[in-house]
């Protein structure tokens, strides 16, 4: 076989593989734009995004590190780009109806429960890396994946957490 058509059989199956991985982990994709976008378009260009940045890199992924690890770390630091690059967008545009939002949320709690709406609502405000920090958590990853994730220590990550918690306790009594 030459090397040309070695070259071409290895990207063919590291595609295989990507397509593999991604359907598996599509989950963590789709959390992450759901967290960073509200907006039923919004969240489908920055699923979309997350996979393009995903591809690029893949060709640098470490098949001995955990898959779920590595595309969450792509997927927030893609959403947190998109996030700035809406903000840029939304600077120059003229919002039709404010009450679209609202609507995005109650399309999150069907069920109408005032407490999962409150939470959307806060989740809504926080900054980036704390609304990574509260994805994460609520996925059950461990202190340890969370500071690998996000580059920060795992002492930070228990201190930002523990603040994360106590700050929503305290909004959402405010909300009961």
């Not at 595309?71 to 109806?97: C, E, K, M, P, T």
């Not at 059950?140 to 918690?165: F, M, P, Q, S, W």
Request: a negative charge.
């Amino acid at each position: 076989m030459s090397a040309q058509a070695t070259t071409m059989a290895d990207a063919k199956s590291g595609a295989v593989v990507f397509q593999e991985l991604i359907e598996r982990h599509r989950g963590i994709v789709f959390k992450v734009a759901n967290v960073y976008a509200r907006q039923a378009e919004d969240r489908a260009d920055l699923a979309q995004e997350i996979v393009a940045q995903c591809w690029r890199a893949f060709a640098g992924y470490d098949p001995q590190r955990p898959f779920p690890t590595w595309l969450y770390r792509i997927a927030l630091n893609v959403a947190i780009s998109f996030g700035r690059g809406a903000q840029l967008r939304d600077s120059h545009a003229l919002a039709l109806d404010e009450d679209l939002h609202d609507v995005a949320i109650e399309e999150a709690a069907p069920d109408g429960d005032e407490r999962i709406r409150a939470l959307y609502h806060l989740i809504d405000r926080l900054d980036p890396l704390n609304r990574a920090l509260l994805l994460l958590y609520l996925d059950e990853r461990n202190y340890r994946d969370i500071a690998e994730i996000l580059g920060i220590t795992e002492t930070n990550v228990a201190t930002k957490i523990a603040r994360l918690k106590q700050r929503l306790r305290e909004d959402l009594a405010d909300h009961a």
